[in-house]
């Protein structure tokens, strides 16, 4: 069985840096496409950044490019999402996500629109607050 476990959220202030972890079991995430999403109340999940390790393509959304990046540790089978300089928008729940298919499509459609919809398997999510 496939779970995702994600840590790191919390509150901090406008400008400031968190960085979240997503620990994957039931899986080897090396070789699928997975990704960071969030979502905030009424709206609809969007992606943050998505990554098709298959293809090596990785697409960052424009609201955080430039200030947040990804990583992975093949060792710990963990992602792991750097927020920098958080801003007012950036409040939400992350999710981090993966695509049990091989190859799957780009990065950027998992990351475009209702792409999350490829996703398979979900963690349970992480509160990120910015307040002063």
């Known amino acids: 069985q496939v779970q995702l476990v994600e840590s790191g959220g919390g509150l901090v202030q406008p400008g400031g840096s968190l960085r979240l972890s997503c620990a994957a079991s039931g899986i080897t995430l090396d070789g699928h496409a997975y990704g960071w999403f969030r979502q905030v109340p009424g709206k609809e999940r969007e992606g943050v950044v998505c990554?098709?390790?298959?293809?090596?393509?990785?697409h960052y959304t424009d609201p955080v490019n430039g200030r947040f990046s990804f990583s992975r540790d093949n060792t710990k089978n963990t992602l792991y999402l750097q927020m920098n300089n958080l801003e007012p928008e950036d409040p939400a729940v992350y999710y981090c996500?993966?695509?049990?298919?091989?190859?799957?499509?780009?990065?950027?459609?998992?990351?475009?629109?209702?792409?999350?919809?490829?996703?398979?398997?979900w963690g349970q999510g992480t509160h990120v607050t910015v307040s002063s």
């Open positions: 996500a993966v695509d049990e298919a091989i190859p799957g499509p780009p990065a950027s459609r998992y990351c475009s629109g209702r792409g999350f919809t490829y996703m398979d398997t």
């Open positions: 990554i098709n390790s298959k293809t090596g393509d990785t």
